[in-house]
């Protein structure tokens, strides 16, 4: 008698455990995955969505993937669910792929399987969505099967043989999960990510989604040490991480363990190591760019250093030898130049104060010269920044509602 008790306890207390630790996978697996991103309206509750997404045919909400019945998934079968997450079918037809299945198709069945578990005993909030503001025909529905059908690219993930098991946990997470293709691919005329150009960089929400591609990264001296900076902290030597990419590693990457960090920075710089990587000239950039010298120490020195050196990453990260002054696109420089940055919150010891933004002091030419300073001095560009091409980048900006926003 008293062994089967023991016996019991021992079964009831090992399934909750087995049953606790698939919970804990699960929320792990949801931050790889930043559903939390999308699924939390501005100072909302996470996971009940309600954030909207503009796109060119309207607006679209995310929903609520809390297990409340009516307004949540309560409903759903690991079946429905496994059908949204992997094919985008939703409980009430076709998902938009705002929603990444596009990359979350990739998901193991196990991870699919642990997510699920996690997700229905989050505790269940009443909560309805706002409805689709979206124009004839990308309001129906059914017309996503087509997109599905035309656009949507199942190929499975390859593993390649000979590549460590590090190396292929970084493949899954970056391409699977962690969806880093969403936003750092182009993509066609028809919204779906170009396969040919996977991870050549994508102008989103008023930034560039930079191009990450192992060459790319170590032109502009990204290495393990400073990307486990950025991804764990959200700044290093090399920069911060500002838009997009700042919730990414705020309620992502920030959330992983250092094995799988590892193993998404040995994916990402796989290839070429003898890449050069760009310098510059800061005497000759000030004899060149004389205004462009004198702007930087009137209305970034006090900041970022006289010499660019910057402060601390936190405080004011250095532009000398900085990855964005670096890159082959000056857009986000100039991005940056016009809209600032807001102060941003990391966690209780990880703020930053933000960066004012220059779009009134700063005219074209003023700012092309600022950057072909900064570009020359710092960063080893070859072909100078136009004033038209800033005007351009303003022009578009402005357009989109992005200046003024930051003052
Ligand atoms: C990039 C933004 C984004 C991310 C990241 C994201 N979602 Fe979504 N999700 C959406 C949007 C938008 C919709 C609604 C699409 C629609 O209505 O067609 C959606 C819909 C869903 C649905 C269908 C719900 C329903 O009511 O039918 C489920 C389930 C879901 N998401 C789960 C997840 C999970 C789990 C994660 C994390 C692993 C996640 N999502 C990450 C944007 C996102
Ligand atoms: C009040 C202090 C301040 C001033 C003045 C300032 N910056 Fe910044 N700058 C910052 C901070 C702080 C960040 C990082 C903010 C973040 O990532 O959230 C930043 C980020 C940047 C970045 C993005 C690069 C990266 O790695 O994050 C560029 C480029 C930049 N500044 C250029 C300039 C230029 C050019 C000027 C002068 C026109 C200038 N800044 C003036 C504080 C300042
Ligand atoms: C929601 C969109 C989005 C997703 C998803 C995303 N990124 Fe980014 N990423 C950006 C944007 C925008 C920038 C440019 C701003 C910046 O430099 O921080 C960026 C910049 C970067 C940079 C360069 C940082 C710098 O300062 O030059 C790296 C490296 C990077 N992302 C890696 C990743 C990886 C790895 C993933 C997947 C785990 C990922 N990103 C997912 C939007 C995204």
Known sequence: MGKCIVVLLFLL??????????VEKGRYLAAAGDCVACHT?????????GRPFHTPFGT????????????????YTLEDFAAAMRRGEGAHGNLYPAMPYTSYYLIADEDIASLYTY???????????????????????FGLSFWDWAFFDKAPLVQPEGKSPEWQRGNYLVNALGHCGECHTPRNFAFAMKRDEKFAGNILEGWDAVDIRAE???????DRAQLRLLFTTGASERGTAFGEMFSVVKHSLSRLSDDDINAIITYLLDGDDNVAVNGGDSQLAAQQYAQGRADFVAYCAGCHGREGSGVTPVFAPPMDRNAGVRAESPFNMIAVILR??????????????GMPGFHRELDDARVAGL????RSAWGGAETPVTQEKVAEIRH????????????
Do not use: C
């Not at 997700?119 to 529905?141: K, S």
């Not at 790319?216 to 990204?222: E, I, M, N, T």
């Open 119 to 141: 997700f229905m005993r989050l505790p269940a909030v009443e909560h309805v969505v706002p409805n689709n503001d979206l124009f004839f025909p990308a309001n129906l529905r």
């Open 340 to 353: 600032g940055l807001p102060a941003q919150r990391m966690n209780r010891t990880n703020a930053r104060a």
């Open 13 to 22: 207390l090992g399934g909750n455990v087995a049953a606790q630790s698939t």
């Open 60 to 75: 679209l909400y995310s929903t609520n993937i809390t297990p409340d019945k009516e307004t949540g998934i309560g409903n």
């Open 396 to 407: 578009q900006l402005r357009k989109d509602d992005y200046l003024g926003v930051v003052e």
């Open 371 to 374: 950057v072909n300073f900064m």
């Open 216 to 222: 790319s990264l170590r032109r502009q001296g990204w």
């Open 41 to 49: 309206a501005t100072n909302g509750r996470p996971f009940i969505g």
